[in-house]
């Protein structure tokens, strides 16, 4: 599966940005899809996955809870990420992955800046 991200960019603290990522092939078939960040002297973090089988789940990391959320298109194989409330501590390479039954993908990173 190749993976494509878009959406990144800079924003002040308070705003919202939408990340987009595009698969070449079904999410129906995929077991799991979300995003991942990473930014220089921090762990990398696990954001927000959206997990198909046994009627589908979302997960998201504490960090983010309540501010970001994930959604699917299953028409266009498209996943985004719907980032509120921005912080400076979000500020990072965001990058999109996806899990089938034997392999995990992952997508380039898009950079996201929050900053005033």
């Known amino acids: 599966v190749q993976l494509q991200a878009s959406g990144g960019g800079l924003v002040q603290p308070g705003g919202s940005l939408r990340l987009s990522c595009a698969a070449s092939?079904?999410?129906?078939?995929?077991?799991?899809f979300g995003w991942y960040r990473q930014d220089p002297g921090k762990q990398a973090e696990s954001v927000a996955i959206i997990t198909t089988h046994g009627g589908g789940s979302e997960m998201y990391a504490e960090s983010v809870e309540g501010r970001f959320t994930i959604s699917r298109d299953n028409a266009n194989n498209m996943w985004y990420l719907q980032m509120n409330s921005l912080k400076p501590d979000d500020t990072a390479v965001y990058l999109c992955?996806?899990?089938?039954?034997?392999?995990?993908?992952w997508g380039q990173g898009t950079q996201v800046t929050v900053s005033s």
């Open positions: 092939r079904s999410i129906s078939e995929l077991e799991a």
């Open positions: 992955y996806a899990r089938d039954e034997f392999e995990l993908f």
